[in-house]
């Protein structure tokens, strides 16, 4: 944990030292401006720990206030460091020209320092625009796996995923209700949760917990933690899933209908935490009636063998779909799956959501959030083979 902050921070203090360097390249600035500067941009990077510090201490309309400019900020900065090294990396390309032809670089404009501000800013601040408005757009996916293991008089088997909503200072009621809004048209059989449920203090969630409860699957709702239920406290995103009617799955499988069984395991936080044993996901393999659909609820999209042999799909999350592209690519150096329906080698199927809410920046760029609504189906039904489709 002390690891991946102190690698956090350093990055994104790295962000804000470069977003001074184009600053003061475009905008001259005396020194009262560049110390106004350097509070301002110092406050900003230091946002995350502020609203954290200010939430766990009972004053939450000054977290609010802070993770709105904070975090909106950090989208944007994320925006203006890739356009801006973008017309960094141009530069420095047309001056490696220059040197190979063994003559100055030509044609570059007066102010080309400037330039890459004056370009990053309007284009970060409409990206963030349209990110806004994709954040918003929650969409049903549809997948419809068959399965040998369900009768041919089966009924198709309706579960829903939800996955990484964040629910806290920005993720809140109305983002919710359209989440739910997607989770009622899709008339699951069970709803399920894959990790990150909560990213706030769970004592201000109690009326969100409510909408909740107006979904009522006849075969239940179940969740596994995520990272954050660790971060924000373990024992708080409990109760808060507790009282939304989710039981929360840590190294449990329970029957669902006739010919399905849904398993949970924690997040490795856990286990570092000392909350959650290290082989809890084998034991689990362990004791699954292999006649049943077995499905693993497990918040990061890894497969392990032990897993792969046993469970006929893997639902995970997670990794946001990167959230704001192009993000993406880092996201892939951790955990090279994509988003969507996967095959392993093994033969065992891993469904990784894009996410239904968003962490830190209340954005998405490329990747708009999802909920998620898997069809298992008899085998017998070939003109339906296993894909993923849009629509209920």
């Given at each position: 944990?002390?690891?991946?902050l102190?690698?956090?921070?350093l990055?994104?203090g790295?962000?804000?030292?470069?977003?001074?360097?184009?600053?003061s390249?475009?905008?001259?600035?005396?020194?009262r401006?560049?110390?106004?500067?350097?509070?301002?941009?110092?406050?900003?990077a230091?946002a995350p720990?502020?609203?954290?510090?200010a939430e766990r201490?009972?004053?939450?309309?000054?977290?609010?206030?802070?993770?709105?400019?904070?975090y909106?900020?950090?989208?944007f900065?994320?925006?203006?460091?890739?356009?801006?090294?973008?017309?960094?990396?141009?530069?420095?390309?047309?001056?490696?020209?220059?040197?190979?032809?063994?003559?100055?670089?030509?044609?570059?404009?007066?102010?080309?320092g400037?330039?890459?501000?004056?370009?990053?800013?309007?284009?970060?601040?409409?990206?963030?625009?349209?990110?806004?408005?994709?954040?918003?757009?929650?969409?049903?996916?549809?997948?419809?796996?068959?399965?040998?293991?369900?009768?041919?008089s089966?009924?198709?088997?309706r579960?829903v995923?939800l996955?990484?909503?964040?629910?806290?200072?920005?993720?809140?009621?109305?983002?919710?209700e359209?989440m739910?809004?997607?989770?009622?048209a899709?008339?699951?059989d069970?709803?399920v949760?894959?990790?990150?449920l909560?990213?706030?203090?769970?004592?201000?969630?109690?009326m969100l917990?409510?909408?909740?409860?107006?979904i009522?699957?006849?075969?239940?709702?179940?969740?596994?933690?995520?990272?954050?239920?660790?971060?924000?406290?373990?024992d708080?995103?409990?109760?808060f899933?507790?009282?939304?009617?989710?039981?929360?799955?840590?190294?449990?499988t329970?029957?669902?209908?006739?010919?399905g069984?849904i398993?949970?395991v924690?997040?490795?936080?856990?286990?570092?935490?000392?909350r959650a044993a290290?082989?809890?996901e084998?034991?689990?393999?362990?004791?699954?009636?292999?006649?049943?659909?077995a499905?693993?609820l497990?918040?990061?999209p890894e497969?392990?063998?032990a897993?792969?042999?046993?469970?006929?799909?893997q639902?995970s999350?997670?990794?946001?779909g990167?959230q704001?592209?192009p993000f993406n690519?880092?996201?892939?150096l951790?955990?090279?799956?994509?988003?969507?329906?996967t095959k392993?080698?093994a033969g065992?199927?891993?469904?990784?959501?894009?996410?239904?809410?968003?962490w830190?920046?209340?954005?998405?760029?490329?990747?708009?959030p999802?909920v998620?609504?898997i069809e298992?189906v008899?085998a017998t039904?070939?003109?339906r083979?296993?894909?993923?489709?849009?629509?209920?």
């Amino acid at each position: 944990m002390l690891l991946f902050l102190a690698s956090f921070f350093l990055v994104y203090g790295g962000m804000h030292w470069y977003g001074y360097r184009k600053i003061s390249a475009a905008i001259p600035l005396d020194h009262r401006a560049r110390r106004l500067l350097v509070a301002a941009l110092v406050f900003l990077a230091s946002a995350p720990i502020l609203v954290r510090m200010a939430e766990r201490t009972g004053y939450v309309t000054v977290a609010a206030t802070i993770a709105w400019f904070g975090y909106l900020w950090m989208g944007f900065l994320f925006l203006f460091v890739v356009i801006a090294g973008a017309v960094d990396l141009v530069r420095s390309g047309w001056r490696l020209a220059g040197w190979l032809a063994r003559r100055p670089a030509v044609g570059l404009p007066a102010r080309w320092g400037g330039l890459p501000f004056w370009l990053a800013c309007p284009l970060a601040l409409l990206l963030c625009g349209y990110g806004w408005q994709e954040a918003k757009d929650v969409q049903l996916t549809r997948v419809v796996i068959p399965s040998a293991k369900l009768p041919v008089s089966a009924a198709p088997l309706r579960i829903v995923q939800l996955s990484d909503l964040h629910l806290g200072l920005l993720v809140g009621r109305q983002r919710l209700e359209r989440m739910l809004a997607q989770v009622r048209a899709a008339r699951p059989d069970v709803l399920v949760v894959t990790g990150d449920l909560v990213d706030a203090q769970a004592d201000g969630l109690v009326m969100l917990a409510d909408r909740f409860r107006t979904i009522a699957p006849r075969y239940g709702k179940y969740a596994v933690t995520g990272n954050h239920e660790y971060y924000v406290g373990i024992d708080q995103s409990l109760a808060f899933a507790k009282a939304a009617g989710f039981t929360v799955l840590q190294g449990q499988t329970v029957r669902v209908g006739d010919h399905g069984a849904i398993a949970g395991v924690d997040d490795p936080v856990g286990v570092a935490m000392g909350r959650a044993a290290a082989d809890e996901e084998q034991r689990v393999a362990a004791a699954q009636d292999r006649s049943r659909f077995a499905i693993l609820l497990k918040h990061r999209p890894e497969v392990t063998p032990a897993s792969a042999r046993v469970f006929d799909l893997q639902l995970s999350g997670h990794v946001h779909g990167g959230q704001i592209a192009p993000f993406n690519l880092l996201t892939w150096l951790a955990y090279p799956v994509p988003t969507g329906l996967t095959k392993s080698a093994a033969g065992a199927l891993l469904y990784v959501s894009r996410g239904s809410g968003t962490w830190g920046p209340p954005l998405r760029l490329l990747s708009p959030p999802e909920v998620t609504l898997i069809e298992v189906v008899p085998a017998t039904i070939t003109a339906r083979s296993w894909s993923s489709t849009a629509g209920p």
